[in-house]
């Protein structure tokens, strides 16, 4: 659809009402962009004044960093206050970030929640319209800004700092039911059935001795550990270090890591895994807590200095999943954000 060139008198009224300028054409030639810029700007311009308000923030606001993947009101607007069109440039947004197995990990999810309202009979409150877009900062001005797509059992944030990159964590990701129970019309579904089948694969393939290096505890924790506020809480790494498994295991255990971070896009996915190797990936643990057979609650962990993914599922009988993926170095791009500020603002000589 084509649009009319904005008026200088439109362009001042879209910035009292939003406090940022959603479109700077010139700019845009003028700046590197990231993949996510145009998409972004797309949503943007689609949105109503009324829109704007709840999708954009100052990109310094608290509320960029409060993420959660439980049931709640959240910032920004909603799948259901959206247009089947709007949804389209949502998803391009989607795509922009995540690679091709991450969006349809994020669907599944999203496709879970409605199976999850029919099971509960609670569909209004367990509503895959319910899925919120936010934005932190102004995509068109050439300086740091973050986007979050969040929901229950979703919560994916970027944060993109223009000449320096893109962090992509922290990254949940769960299901309730993990498994689709019989006799539901999909029964044997499940949105992340890899993370769990490939933990025990590998969990399996060790040796005694390794094994009871691996072991926490004997219980799970009940949930994960790093959870919203908590994000860099787990200092110490424990369990099995990569250095001590085969050849072979370690290719599992690299396969399994790999499972989290190719949820986002290619080039984003690669720079993560060349921070990892850069630190060397036989620092990297593998620790496990509760039961050693499927369908009990169980617990494990991968953590090294770029890395942490914890997945458990405990609730419902070991049938909830959550999983989440850090950087610890980066959580929120603060790696990223140091570099660009201090570039920004070089300490006086």
Do not use: C
């Not at 439980?70 to 949502?90: A, D, F, I, N, S």
């Not at 197995?101 to 367990?126: C, F, M, N």
């Not at 039961?291 to 090294?304: D, E, K, N």
């Amino acid at each position: 659809m084509m649009h009319k060139p904005w008026s200088r008198r439109h362009i001042l009224r879209m910035l009292s009402l939003t406090g940022v300028i959603l479109l700077r054409p010139a700019l845009l030639r003028a700046q590197p962009q990231d993949a996510m810029t145009r998409p972004a700007l797309a949503v943007l311009e689609s949105l109503s004044a009324e829109q704007r308000r709840q999708a954009v923030y100052p990109f310094e606001a608290e509320a960029r960093r409060d993420w959660h993947y439980v049931p709640r009101r959240r910032p920004g607007v909603t799948l259901g206050e959206l247009q089947p069109t709007q949804h389209e440039l949502v998803w391009a947004l989607l795509r922009a970030g995540l690679s091709q197995q991450g969006v349809q990990k994020t669907r599944a999810v999203i496709d879970t929640e409605a199976i999850l309202g029919e099971l509960s009979g609670s569909p209004g409150y367990r509503d895959p319209a319910n899925y919120a877009l936010v934005f932190f900062g102004d995509p068109a001005s050439g300086q740091p800004w973050s986007w979050r797509f969040e929901g229950h059992h979703l919560s994916l944030t970027f944060t993109i700092v223009p000449g320096q990159g893109v962090a992509a964590t922290p990254a949940f990701l769960g299901a309730n039911p993990a498994t689709v129970p019989a006799p539901h019309a999909q029964a044997g579904f499940t949105a992340l059935g890899t993370e769990g089948a490939d933990g025990f694969r590998l969990l399996h393939s060790f040796s005694e001795t390794q094994k009871a290096t691996a072991l926490l505890q004997a219980q799970s924790f009940g949930d994960i550990l790093s959870s919203p506020g908590r994000e860099t809480s787990l200092q110490q790494r424990v369990g099995l270090a990569l250095g001590a498994m085969t050849a072979t295991q370690r290719q599992q255990a690299m396969a399994l890591v790999e499972t989290y971070v190719r949820n986002v896009r290619p080039d984003v996915a690669q720079t993560e895994l060349d921070k990892l190797a850069a630190a060397g990936i036989d620092t990297i643990h593998f620790a496990w807590a509760g039961s050693q057979t499927p369908q009990r609650p169980h617990y494990y962990r991968l953590h090294g200095p770029t890395l942490l993914i914890e997945y458990d599922n405990t609730q419902n009988g070991a049938n909830h999943v959550h999983s989440v993926w850090h950087n610890p170095s980066n959580s929120f791009g603060q790696d990223l954000l140091r570099t660009h500020y201090q570039e920004a603002h070089p300490p006086a000589r």
